[in-house]
């Protein structure tokens, strides 16, 4: 994992040039770090910080499949027409059922990545996606 991607998870609020980091070819080395941020991390706080930057990561991930499966099926139009009546209500109900279906998925992926102790456990965490 990319030291600055790390930093960014453990250091939200740093605006750019609030810390520069450089590959020096043995990989990535942290060369200034502007004290308004508080004390420079150590090399264990960043290692500690990368289980949450796994977990954001593999959370955001499944979201967007989550989503791009749901849209696959049944695109936004589809679904805004339903929620207007033009569909008949067994195709609603089929719909309904459906993208229920792919958020809970999403959610118990979710529920075991949150539940994670280590980078290991985060990357065995792979959704139980129904068919739609």
């Known amino acids: 994992m990319r030291l600055a991607t790390q930093l960014r998870y453990m250091f ?3 605006g750019e040039l609030q810390w520069i ?3 020096d070819g043995t990989g990535d080395r942290l060369v200034f770090w502007d004290a308004a941020l508080g004390p420079q991390p150590t090399q264990a706080e960043i290692d500690a910080a990368a289980l ?3 977990k954001t ?3 955001a991930r499944n979201r ?3 989503r791009r499966r749901i849209e696959a099926k049944w695109p936004d139009p589809i ?3 339903a929620a207007l009546g033009v569909y008949p209500q067994a195709t609603v109900d089929t719909m309904v059922a459906n993208i229920a279906a792919v958020i809970e998925a999403e959610n118990a992926a ?3 990545i949150d539940a994670a102790t280590t980078v290991a456990e985060v990357e065995a965490v792979t959704p139980n996606w129904p068919v739609i």
Request: net charge negative; glycine share 4%; proline share 5%.
């Open 79 to 81: 679904q805004r027409s």
């Open 110 to 112: 979710a529920d075991l």
């Open 52 to 54: 949450g930057v796994y």
């Open 64 to 66: 967007a499949e989550a």
């Open 12 to 14: 939200p609020q740093a």
């Open 57 to 59: 990561a593999a959370i």
């Open 21 to 23: 980091v450089q590959d």
